[in-house]
């Protein structure tokens, strides 16, 4: 089985200043993983994904996240963020193979704002 | 290029009635996923599903709860005898394949009054 931990529920932030939303993942198995972003009464909407290959992953919206295997972590990074990124944001993990091949685990989500 | 939908948006039952969530996955894409989202529970993966066969339904409670997925038309997670506690956002999602990412649905908002 897979966990996901969001280290911080909630992250205030000034526009146009770095953030950092951290995610940690516990697995006994080969994972993928990703990061969604969901506004208010909306759906989720991928942000980015680490499927294989270069640690460093870029997405939409000028966000990135790199993939630390020892550090079972999958930190969300953005250097200048806009108010427009204001919303909540879920870590995801997903299981390689196996029989839990596919399904998706997501962390408690960490709400971003961004005052002005 | 309509992504994944779902209907109805929001939902209102009384207890003991039936809910019937649809989702129509996005063209091209043979797997759904439904997920609930509770306020103080987060997102839950429900259910897994392609065309006709049930993947992975651990998600799901044993018992008022069923999905399918037929062969034509939209995937259907249907909840019998709904009681307060199912009141929640349910989330339709869908990959084109096992392991590749989801896209998601804008959700049913379902109240049980």
């Known amino acids: 089985a897979q966990s996901v931990t969001q280290l911080d529920s909630q992250v205030p932030v000034f526009e146009e200043a770095p953030v950092e939303l951290r995610c940690n993942y516990s697995?006994?198995?080969?994972?993928?993983l990703f990061w969604y972003v969901q506004y208010p009464n909306q759906g989720l909407q991928l942000l980015l994904k680490?499927?294989?290959?270069?640690?460093l992953v870029k997405g939409i919206n000028g966000f990135e996240a790199e993939f630390n295997k020892s550090q079972t972590s999958f930190h969300l990074r953005k250097p200048s963020v806009h108010i427009s990124d204001t919303a909540e944001y879920f870590c995801a993990v997903s299981a390689s193979g196996g029989t839990s091949y596919g399904k998706l685990t997501f962390g408690q989500g960490t709400i971003l704002t961004v005052h002005p | 290029n309509a992504g994944v939908m779902q209907n109805p948006r929001h939902l209102v039952r009384r207890r003991g009635q039936e809910a019937r969530l649809r989702c129509s996955p996005m063209k091209g894409h043979s797997h759904v996923y439904w997920y609930r989202q509770l306020p103080e529970e987060g997102l839950k993966f429900m259910v897994y599903l392609q065309k006709e066969n049930i993947i992975d339904e651990s998600g799901m409670p044993k018992e008022r709860f069923s999905a399918e997925f037929p062969k034509e038309g939209p995937s259907i997670l249907r909840i019998q005898q709904v009681v307060r506690g199912d009141s929640a956002a349910y989330f339709c999602?869908?990959?084109?394949?096992?392991?590749?990412?989801?896209?998601f649905g804008p959700g049913t908002r379902l109240t049980v009054t």
């Open positions: 680490y499927l294989s290959g270069s640690t």
């Open positions: 999602a869908s990959s084109q394949g096992q392991g590749r990412e989801q896209y």
């Open positions: 697995s006994s198995v080969s994972v993928y």
